[in-house]
T-cell receptor, first 113, second 115 residues
Framework: GENVEQHPSTLSVQEGDSAVIKCTYS??????FPWYKQELGKGPQLIID?????GEKKDQRIAVTLNKTAKHFSLHITETQPEDSAVYFC????????????FGQGTTLQVKP | KAGVTQTPRYLIKTRGQQVTLSCSPI?????VSWYQQTPGQGLQFLFE???????NKGNFPGRFSGRQFSNSRSEMNVSTLELGDSALYLC??????????????FGPGTRLTVL
């Protein structure tokens, strides 16, 4: 069935260091992979996404890579700042289910000043 | 543009009651998806509505239902509430063009507590 595994569940880094969060999906038909950031008391905020015809995408300090063969995708945050502290979720969807996102379990990122 | 709005933000109900949650999508967005978020199960898809029609449904019992109005606003209803229905209910809107993958933008959620 459809499943997304996300690791690690918690991640603590020093301000200025890089953070990497990894996800693996099971449905080979998946072709859309968004990442969300959720702060306390708020809904998830879309921060970056990637489609299956692209291997990497960057937006300032964040980047996402996709390996379709291995069914892995990763979020990279460089030069982390305390305001990056939040819960991050990866997700996947297949073309026929663009309204349905399958989410990973989430990673709590703590950036220590 | 205003973001996705959800009302109410907080709700307390007792077992056996029913509840209706409301979601107003971003202006121009025609698709609304609903998700349940709990510490144990994470974010789980409930259903999606597009042009007043349910287009997709997750693995939830029939007690969970929804609808969409002609202005794209959506409501979800949970009948015969159980303790396990306590969760944050999130809705997300997208443009949902035919054949396109469209980004989903989430509202702040409705925190439902069942006592």
């Amino acid at each position: 069935g459809e499943n997304v595994e996300q690791h690690p569940s918690t991640l603590s880094v020093q301000e200025g260091d890089s953070a990497v969060i990894k996800c693996t999906y099971s449905d080979s038909a998946s072709n859309y992979f968004p990442w969300y950031k959720q702060e306390l008391g708020k809904g998830p905020q879309l921060i970056i996404d990637i489609r299956s015809n692209v291997g990497e995408k960057k937006d300032q300090r964040i980047a996402v890579t996709l390996n379709k063969t291995a069914k892995h995708f990763s979020l990279h945050i460089t030069e982390t700042q305390p305001e990056d502290s939040a819960v991050y979720f990866c997700a996947a969807s297949r073309p026929s289910n663009t309204g349905k996102l399958i989410f990973g379990q989430g990673t709590t990122l703590q950036v220590k000043p | 543009k205003a973001g996705v709005t959800q009302t109410p933000r907080y709700l307390i109900k007792t077992r056996g009651q029913q509840v209706t949650l409301s979601c107003s999508p971003i202006s121009g967005h025609r698709s609304v998806s609903w998700y349940q978020q709990t510490p144990g199960q994470g974010l789980q898809f409930l259903f999606e509505y597009f042009s007043e029609t349910q287009r997709n449904k997750g693995n939830f019992p029939g007690r969970f239902s929804g609808r969409q109005f002609s202005n794209s606003r959506s409501e979800m209803n949970v009948s015969t509430l159980e303790l396990g229905d306590s969760a944050l209910y999130l809705c997300a809107s997208s443009e949902r063009g035919t054949g396109n993958i469209n980004e989903q933008f989430f509202g702040p959620g409705t925190r439902l507590t069942v006592l």
